[in-house]
């Protein structure tokens, strides 16, 4: 079993900047593509970025030249830096991997709880 652990979710008002972090702990052999979604009131939930094993990036067009997603492989860990925040920008932020455990060939993925971001003044 993959727990994933999220933090760094918070009250911030616009032209904030906060820092997401996500690491995943279990029976984990290899993960290749991490990243962020969100989900906001009413809305749709839609990918914000993902990163690849080997450090490709893919962003949301909102989120360009504000976000920047990273990993720690050692740590099985992805964090998603957030600046210039905007009101548009409150949601439920959940972070998501795509690993295999030892032992197996098959591909699972597996999510986390989410950490609500709300940008207030």
């Known amino acids: 079993q993959v727990q994933l652990v999220e933090s760094g979710g918070g009250l911030v008002q616009p032209g904030g900047s906060l820092r997401l972090s996500c690491a995943a702990s279990?029976?984990?052999?290899?993960?290749?593509?991490m990243g962020w979604h969100r989900q906001a009131p009413g809305k749709q939930r839609e990918l914000v970025a993902s990163?690849?094993?080997?450090?490709?990036?893919n962003y949301a067009d909102s989120v360009k030249g504000r976000f920047t997603i990273s990993r720690d492989n050692a740590k099985n860990t992805v964090y998603l830096q957030m600046n210039s925040l905007t009101f548009e920008d409150t949601a439920v932020y959940s972070c998501y991997l795509e690993y295999k455990q030892w032992g197996s060939s098959l591909a699972r993925s597996s999510w986390g709880q989410g950490t609500q971001v709300t940008v207030s003044s």
């Open positions: 279990g029976s984990i052999f290899s993960i290749t593509n």
């Open positions: 990163i690849s094993n080997r450090g490709s990036t």
